[in-house]
T-cell receptor, first 112, second 114 residues
Framework: LAKTTQPISMDSYEGQEVNITCSHN???????ITWYQQFPSQGPRFIIQ???TKVTNEVASLFIPADRKSSTLSLPRVSLSDTAVYYC?????????????FGIGTKLQVIP | DSGVTQTPKHLITATGQRVTLRCSPR?????VYWYQQSLDQGLQFLIQ???????AKGNILERFSAQQFPDLHSELNLSSLELGDSALYFC?????????????FGPGTRLTVL
């Protein structure tokens, strides 16, 4: 299983762009990179997933360099409601999530 | 609303007891996953079922067991409960072979063992 490393916590002011970087040096060829968001006492929620280069949706962008050994989740103009834990997952999800593990995640605190 | 339902929302019980947590996946999802999240900890994968069959096992204790029924709902049974079993238990479901590969999580069951 590909091991991921991400900061334990980050603070950001409202309106700022937040970038959370995840390292995954031993990512395998078939592995996807996925980010989830979790609010306190709620189940995680899918944010974005990518394999290479850049992916953008209405919530975030995901930047993946050519070597795929890291990835960066970018949240544009965060608000207080973006305060949550963000998980970076790496794994072969083609057949399901059984080969993917959630770590401790990055606790993002948005400050007014 | 993810479409995944879990009952009960809260459960308070005593050490040594046995409880059953229930999960109904999203309509059409064949895979069900169970996770445990203790206070300020990440999600620990417990077990996965696919269309009624056990697909993968994580760090699930022998005191815990699960099953998935023909209507695809799943139950997680926790027995001989200990104080350390107090946690949030999440169920998730997914449609495999779908891109992006997404898990949909339920609201969780908060278990408190006194």
């Amino acid at each position: 299983l590909a091991k991921t490393t991400q900061p334990i916590s980050m603070d950001s002011y409202e309106g700022q762009e937040v970038n959370i970087t995840c390292s995954h040096n031993n990512i395998a060829t078939n592995d996807y990179i996925t980010w989830y968001q979790q609010f306190p006492s709620q189940g995680p929620r899918f944010i974005i997933q990518g394999y290479k280069t850049k992916v953008t949706n209405e919530v975030a962008s995901l930047f993946i360099p050519a070597d795929r050994k890291s990835s960066t989740l970018s949240l544009p103009r965060v608000s207080l409601s973006d305060t949550a834990v963000y998980y970076c997952l790496v794994g072969d999800m083609e057949g399901g999530y059984q080969k993917v593990t959630f770590g401790i995640g990055t606790k993002l605190q948005v400050i007014p | 609303d993810s479409g995944v339902t879990q009952t009960p929302k809260h459960l308070i019980t005593a050490t040594g007891q046995r409880v059953t947590l229930r999960c109904s996946p999203r309509s059409g999802d064949l895979s069900v996953y169970w996770y445990q999240q203790s206070l300020d900890q990440g999600l620990q994968f417990l077990i996965q079922y696919y269309n009624g069959e056990e697909r993968a096992k994580g760090n699930i204790l022998e005191r815990f067991s699960a099953q998935q029924f023909p209507d695809l709902h799943s139950e997680l049974n926790l027995s001989s409960l200990e104080l350390g079993d107090s946690a949030l238990y999440f169920c998730a479901s997914s449609v495999e072979r779908e891109v992006p590969h997404t898990q949909y999580f339920g609201p969780g069951t908060r278990l408190t063992v006194l």
